[in-house]
């Protein structure tokens, strides 16, 4: 029996407390639910909890996850991340889905101010039901004189990399946040980690996949079929209801 959505969302916003517990070396806030809409229970959002002390929040609900360079006291910090995920259980199988995320480095150059000015870095963002351009996507907070030669070279405007919709994945197969975490140590940007905290990624990282692709056998079931026969499994169709 598939759980409700509150108890999906509660799971969700634990595996995410676990992950930035197991992999930073000190105190981060833990992620909660928050409904969407008033009266309504149908569509949650899951972020970390807001840390007062901190003044430094995507909105009065949720805040982003300090990275707190080796050496560095609290309210020092110069870059942070951003998860928000807002969720549903509208799957035919009534499995929880991630309706939009954003997830992505923000940097404060002068923290020791007083006065907050964070700027996103990078953007990774996912909007299942978006019209138009790819549901899963980068932002990249840039500037680029071959990018916009090449939109003046199709009649249009100058644009900004932050403007565009730089297509990654697809729907099922995505960015993660541990995949953003680890680009961070790959580029050097960000290296204060606990020991071993790539085991615990990956960790999470199968688990996603298994569920991806668990995902992916409900919607294309004769592909998944016909890819276990292949490897000796025995399949057979279900009866015709």
């Not at 480095?105 to 923290?111: E, H, I, K, M, N």
Request: proline letters at 7%; hydrophobic letters at 35%.
């Amino acid at each position: 029996m598939i759980a409700p959505l509150e108890e999906q969302a509660a799971n969700f916003a634990k595996t995410l407390t676990d992950i930035f517990t197991a992999v930073l070396p000190y105190e981060v806030p833990a992620f909660h639910c928050q409904n969407v809409r008033p009266n309504k229970a149908d569509r949650l959002q899951v972020g970390p909890r807001l840390d007062e002390s901190l003044s430094k929040h995507n909105d009065s609900l949720f805040s982003h996850i300090m990275l707190r360079d080796k050496g560095q006291q609290v309210g020092e910090e110069c870059l942070s991340l951003k998860a928000l995920f807002t969720v549903d259980n509208n799957d035919p199988d009534g499995h929880m889905r991630v309706l939009r995320s954003t997830m992505g480095l923000w940097l404060d150059a002068s923290p020791q101010q007083g006065q907050t000015r964070q700027r996103p870095v990078f953007r990774v963002e996912f909007e299942r039901n978006k019209r138009n351009g790819p549901p899963a996507h980068i932002h990249f907070h840039a500037e680029s004189a071959e990018l916009s030669w090449l939109y003046g070279r199709a009649g249009k405007p100058m644009v900004s990399m932050s403007e565009v919709h730089f297509p990654v994945g697809s729907t099922r197969f995505r960015p993660t946040i541990e995949d953003v975490l680890k680009f961070l140590d790959d580029e050097d940007l960000f290296t204060n980690w606990k020991p071993e905290w790539r085991n615990r990624l990956k960790e999470t990282l199968d688990d996603w996949h298994q569920a991806q692709a668990a995902a992916a056998a409900r919607t294309f079931p004769e592909a998944a079929a016909e890819a276990l026969r292949k490897k000796g499994y025995i399949v057979t169709a279900p009866p015709d209801n």
